[in-house]
């Protein structure tokens, strides 16, 4: 596609050379620039792209947007825009045929519940006879078969940036794909990674506090994920969520609110029973009642069936095929995975890494009536590092014994990030005590346990390395609990 197509609607400055010539490829990283390239000089809160521009030249790029005036090469187009990532945005959309056009995209925001809603909609549809996508956390799939990454930037991210979404949501198209879930977080609002895409619905689960290492503030948080349903043709609001309340007034979509504590909720759950096996209710539209056995534990999750169903409901499926896929829901990698440990405790992992989910997930497991419950967990480095001590306080309130330990300590020295959580845990009844070494701490959780313990080891669920110092290295959380009871 010729450069002056890619550029035609969007504002721009030439600096040097010529439009006319024809790009192969986007990158924004200039270690995977390939011949005929475009390449985006992205400015960040850490690297700044324009130092890189020599690199992409020399790897085959031969043009280079920029928001700053950058050094001419003789052989090279330069252009300069105003907003890049916005442009990134509009260009990737261009280049690889607006794809969201021709595809059910269901976007999902909220502190919490993005990984889950997201698979429960594609397990549900899955059911129905429809070819699913899936984009978030846990990467991209087509129904339960993990696709690779492409070249335009690893999908290390829960939201992808702009031209990995656009080449994504092509090849889904190009696979008969009809509907795709993508989680949309705060941050890729911010940074237009979803500008430009065609969404048939917005999901938003809920809001309480995270990432304001990013946005500094709850009502910049609150706004960015508002951006979603200017996007979004229509909306599914948690209604018993403030936060979520508030954004259904501002705009003016159609909307379908689900709730388990507000009768003027269009989908309601009603007469609920939680055990440890299961969870059982009546799911009530338009007067009608069904009675749905989950089985998937806790208040938390009966939500993120709820937002599921509510969206497949608002986008004309039949309530009476819904209804029955709800029995069959499984929790989503690293989301409440339960093991029973034979003659031993019950052990849950589960990603929680907010203070809400954290208070969520051991509220729950709290009320399975446990001999002694017990958490295993840590704070991410290089992250809001307010949530500390509230997460700590948080813990020490429900949990019986807290034993902290490092997560993704990432390039803070993680004993502090431990003194800083154990510091909300003083201000509690609740014992505790701080092992650095991950490993270590669940293999002591699981050697002071008794069988009718639970033990919650939360923080990073699915993810199968710990980050420090800028290297990953593998570790696994449900591998650690295997080696210590291999009969499980």
């Known amino acids: 596609m010729y450069l002056s197509t890619l550029l035609k609607k969007v504002p721009h400055q030439l600096l040097h050379k010529t439009t006319a010539l024809e790009i192969k490829g986007l990158a924004i990283d200039s270690r995977k620039v390939q011949t005929q390239d475009l390449f985006f000089a992205l400015p960040g809160q850490k690297d700044d792209g324009h130092k890189y521009i020599k690199d992409a030249v020399r790897n085959g790029a031969v043009a280079i947007i920029a928001e700053h005036k950058p050094l001419y090469h003789p052989d090279v187009s330069f252009i300069k825009v105003a907003n890049i990532r916005k442009v990134l945005a509009h260009i990737s959309c261009e280049f690889f045929q607006h794809p969201s056009r021709k595809l059910q995209l269901i976007g999902i925001t909220g502190t919490n519940g993005k990984t889950s809603t997201t698979h429960f909609l594609s397990q549900i549809l899955n059911s129905l006879n429809y070819k699913t996508g899936t984009i978030g956390t846990l990467g991209a799939k087509i129904s339960s078969s993990t696709l690779p990454d492409f070249r335009a930037t690893n999908h290390s991210l829960t939201t992808p940036e702009a031209p990995y979404l656009q080449e994504l949501l092509q090849y889904m198209h190009n696979k008969q794909v009809t509907h795709v879930a993508i989680e949309v977080s705060s941050v890729a609002l911010e940074e237009e990674r979803v500008t430009g895409c065609n969404f048939a619905q917005g999901i938003l689960t809920n809001i309480t506090s995270d990432h304001l290492d990013y946005h500094h503030t709850q009502a910049k948080y609150i706004a960015a994920k508002q951006k979603l349903f200017t996007f979004a043709s229509k909306k599914v609001l948690n209604v018993d969520d403030l936060a979520a309340t508030n954004i259904m007034l ?239």
């Open 250 to 488: 501002a705009t003016a979509s159609p909307t379908i609110t689900y709730s388990i504590t507000d009768p003027k909720a269009d989908l309601r759950a009603i007469e609920i029973t939680y055990t440890t096996t299961n969870t059982s209710c009546l799911v009530t539209y338009k007067k009608e009642r069904y009675p749905v056995t989950l089985n998937i534990l806790g208040e938390f999750n009966l939500y993120n069936a709820l937002a599921a169903a509510a969206s497949l409901l608002q986008l004309n499926f039949p309530l009476e095929k819904i209804i029955p896929a709800l029995k069959h829901l499984q929790p989503a990698a690293g989301r409440f995975n339960q093991i029973n440990l034979v003659n031993g405790p019950i052990v849950i992992i589960d990603y929680a890494h907010t203070q809400d989910a954290l208070k969520k997930i051991l509220t729950t497991l709290k009320s399975c009536r446990p001999d002694k419950l017990i958490v295993v967990f840590g704070c991410g480095g290089d992250r809001d590092a307010s949530k500390r001590p509230t997460m700590g306080k948080t813990a020490g309130t429900i949990a019986d014994y807290c034993l902290i330990t490092s997560d993704n300590p990432r390039s803070e020295n993680p004993k502090q990030i431990m003194k800083e959580i154990a510091s909300g845990i003083k201000d509690t009844s609740c014992s505790y005590k701080l092992i650095h070494d991950r490993q270590k701490a669940i293999l002591s959780a699981i050697e002071i346990a008794k069988p009718n313990d639970i033990i919650l080891i939360a923080g990073k669920g699915h993810e199968t390395f710990q980050e420090i110092n800028g290297e990953k290295y593998p570790f696994n959380d449900l591998e650690i609990v295997k080696s210590a009871w291999p009969n499980s």
